[in-house]
């Protein structure tokens, strides 16, 4: 982003301010239609982005040149257009009235520059996929053999891309223009009232002094700081600053160090209460109420970062690194005596699983925080604070807003010619009907989607393409949004491209690459649980209470044999015999059949116990 200075400065400020009080006012009083309210979203955030985006890494940053502020200024007119016209715009009949002359110039222009602000806000990858739907909108009748669709008019296209809530407008859209924005002001007023220190804190007087205390406060203090700001490269940044030179500093190579912390931050969007745009995306797919998908999260987010704790804590001990010292941790007097601060976090949560709506719930959490605050001495918020906390909740809305209109693209062009049926079908043909097989394929289809797509456009794209296919396979709408879900989520640490391990190498000075690898080896949990899920839907809290807790403690058993096979140590370093056989044990402890699964968990526990009774302890250098 530009480091702006003066008026472009200013105007940049108070239009992200506008937004967010406009949102505010709209999840205090009520929503506008569907239709206007995204429109005005996206007036605000779509122009914003040639100011605050540069061309290319080479132009200036400092300055907006005028070929920005004329894209600023045409990308405005087809929303502006749009609210005041909108009445006409929801009673029109689609595809009988004619698409006007200006409608189709502006809807042309708000598609250019949408792909353009896709490429310089979410990269190349959406911005091919986007135009290449187009392509097949337009094109897709000339292509031969199944793959061939039917003839759409440019006017058509642009109708229901522009003019209707199916394409640009739809959904995916709405939930940024709704939910997400709120959530991300929600996230602007815990961090400026100082939510993030406390986390971070909290996890030193927890983890601090254990072994490899500061790779044990990155996996508590990454997930918790995650679960508010539902952005994997985010989170490296902000608890990865700390946390990675105090792994180095403690003995971890700077690969394992950047590797634990982004995994550790990309399982952020999975820890519920708050997991990332693509999760209050998947609560309106789905029409159900977003506490549920909280709910199906929390057993898969808890298991992940046992697994990862797990290996973490075998890494430590098997190089005999030490914790931080005690003038390093904070008085856990002190931490608890401001336990207070997360206090609007438990709010929002109890007011989710009551069944209030996340922009209720967030109002009042921001309310809440306010309030708190005032108790907070070096913390409080008066109307310059909260003004900045507006601020820096809103200028955060850049990647959500465009990946989602971008999508829309995607979604509309499945919607107008049903190219998700042809891709449907070719799973169906490539698996053999083969349900693994099937999802084997979707697993790939999301990691490629994700490696060139944030989170939430991946989700989106994915879903719309691949979850039809594994529903007709007889898998749950949960389960199939879930399992696209968690893929899109992990691709951030997927090499080739894997953006969570490209920022934390960053911080670290190993090779992104290297990181990568390394984090893809600590987060396996999160590449076979997926699968677990969606053959057994208690791992989602979808059973009767007892096969639930059986699937809980199955899934923690899996994580520990998973972590401890792959690592290969637990008071001394295990043989290749005992590391593949722990390794067979926890994936068989997730494994469909509850009789495999208590046979494979008594096996597993019996061989910790033989390992731990019989090694002595020992290091390695």
């Not at 992200?16 to 506008?32: E, P």
């Not at 539902?230 to 600053?241: E, F």
């Not at 991946?458 to 879930?482: D, E, Q």
Request: aromatic share 14%; net charge positive; hydrophobic share 55%.
């Amino acid at each position: 982003m530009r480091s702006l200075k003066g008026w472009p400065y200013y105007i940049g400020y108070f239009s992200l301010i506008a937004l967010g009080v406009f949102h505010l006012y709209t999840a205090i009083f009520g929503t506008f239609e569907a239709y206007l309210q995204r429109n005005i979203h996206l007036l605000f955030a779509l122009p914003l982005v040639y100011i605050y985006f540069p061309f290319s890494k080479k132009g200036p940053k400092d300055k907006v040149p005028w070929y920005d502020w004329l894209l600023c200024i045409m990308s405005s007119l087809p929303s502006l257009y749009a609210v005041f016209n909108y009445q006409r715009i929801i009673y029109r009949m689609v595809q009988v009235e004619i698409v006007r002359t200006e409608e189709l110039l502006l809807g042309t222009i708000l598609v250019v520059t949408l792909l353009e602000a896709a490429r310089r806000v979410v990269g190349l990858g959406l911005t091919i996929l986007a135009s290449a739907m187009i392509f097949y909108m337009y094109f897709g009748y000339l292509l031969p053999g199944d793959w061939r669709g039917m003839y759409v008019p440019f006017d058509r296209i642009i109708e229901h891309l522009y003019l209707t809530g199916e394409g640009i407008f739809s959904t995916p859209l709405g939930v940024s223009a709704t939910f997400v924005i709120i959530m991300l002001i929600f996230g602007g007023f815990l961090e400026k009232s100082g939510t993030g220190d406390y986390f971070m804190d909290l996890s030193k007087a927890v983890a601090g002094k254990a072994a490899g205390g500061p790779a044990k406060i990155a996996v508590i203090s990454s997930g918790l700081f995650g679960s508010i700001s539902g952005s994997a490269v985010a989170n490296v940044y902000a608890t990865g600053t700390f946390t990675i030179p105090m792994m180095k500093q403690l003995g971890f190579s700077n690969a394992f160090a950047g590797a634990v912390e982004a995994v550790a931050s990309s399982g952020g969007q999975i820890m519920p209460p708050v997991m990332g745009a693509a999760a209050f995306i998947m609560a309106s797919f789905l029409g159900i109420p977003y506490s549920s998908i909280v709910v199906a999260g929390i057993v898969p987010a808890l298991l992940y970062y046992i697994g990862v704790y797990a290996m973490v804590d075998a890494r430590a001990k098997k190089l005999g690194l030490k914790g931080l010292t005690s003038e390093q941790i904070p008085s856990i007097g002190d931490v608890l005596k401001k336990l207070y601060i997360i206090i609007p976090v438990v709010v929002f949560v109890l007011m989710i699983l009551r069944g209030n709506t996340p922009m209720r719930s967030a109002t009042v959490g921001i309310l809440v925080c306010w309030f708190l605050s005032l108790l907070n001495k070096g913390k409080r918020m008066g109307p310059l604070q909260i003004i900045d906390a507006i601020y820096l909740g809103t200028k955060n809305v850049f990647v959500v807003a465009i990946a989602c209109a971008a999508a829309g693209i995607v979604v509309g062009a499945v919607s107008l010619t049903g190219v998700g049926f042809k891709i449907a079908s070719s799973i169906f043909s490539l698996a053999g009907n083969n349900s693994f097989m099937a999802l084997v394929m979707v697993a790939v289809l999301s990691l490629i989607l994700g490696m060139g797509l944030p989170t939430t456009a991946a989700y989106i794209v994915a879903s719309a393409l691949a979850v039809p296919a594994l529903i007709k396979l007889g898998f749950l709408p949960l389960s199939s949004h879930m399992f696209v879900f968690y893929f899109a989520v992990f691709s951030a640490i997927t090499p080739p491209v894997a953006l969570a391990a490209y920022a934390a190498s960053s911080i670290s000075g190993a090779t992104p690459n290297e990181t990568g690898f390394q984090a893809l080896r600590l987060g396996i949990v999160a590449i076979v649980l997926p699968f677990a899920f969606c053959f057994d839907k208690s791992f989602l809290l979808q059973s009767n209470p007892w096969l639930n807790l059986f699937s809980l403690l199955s899934g923690i058993c899996a994580a520990i044999f998973l972590g401890t096979g792959i690592e290969g140590y637990l008071r001394g370093n295990i043989g290749i015999v005992f590391r593949s056989g722990l390794v067979i044990f926890g994936l068989l402890s997730l494994w469909p059949q509850i009789f495999v699964r208590i046979i494979a968990i008594l096996i597993g526990f019996a061989t910790m116990t033989y390992l731990y009774l019989v090694q002595k302890d020992q290091t390695v250098s």
